[in-house]
């Protein structure tokens, strides 16, 4: 599961491993509510999300080869999920940070 905020938002996406199905929510802490929004379109067990221009990136780390590199973004304007190019590897523990205006995704240990 990985948590972000975004425009006082709290996003959170997740995983039901019995059915191999992603859910995506988000959290409007001054209304008290929670929202189901579209799942991501490609189904991971790890992963981290970054918000970022107004937009929540979702990254995958995870060395299992059945399991995509694709990154995916979800525009709340747009309610919509999209898909980038895929990372040029895989991260078995991956990080994200912003830094000088860029998405860094580097390798935690």
Not at 2 to 14: A, D, M, P, R
Not at 75 to 94: E, G, H, K, M
Request: with cysteine.
């Amino acid at each position: 599961m990985g948590s972000t905020e975004l425009h006082e938002l709290i996003f959170t996406v997740g995983v039901d491993n019995r059915e191999d199905v992603m859910m995506c929510e988000e959290y409007d802490a001054e209304n008290n509510a929670w929202i189901l929004l579209p799942a991501p379109s490609m189904y991971r067990e790890s992963f981290v999300l970054a918000s970022y221009h107004g937009q929540v990136f979702l990254i995958p780390n995870d060395q299992d080869q059945d399991h995509p590199k694709t990154i995916e973004v979800y525009d709340p304007n747009q309610n919509t999920w999209s898909s980038l190019p895929d990372l040029p590897f895989r991260y078995l523990y991956a990080g994200a940070a912003i830094v000088d205006d860029k998405i860094i995704v580097y390798e935690k240990f």
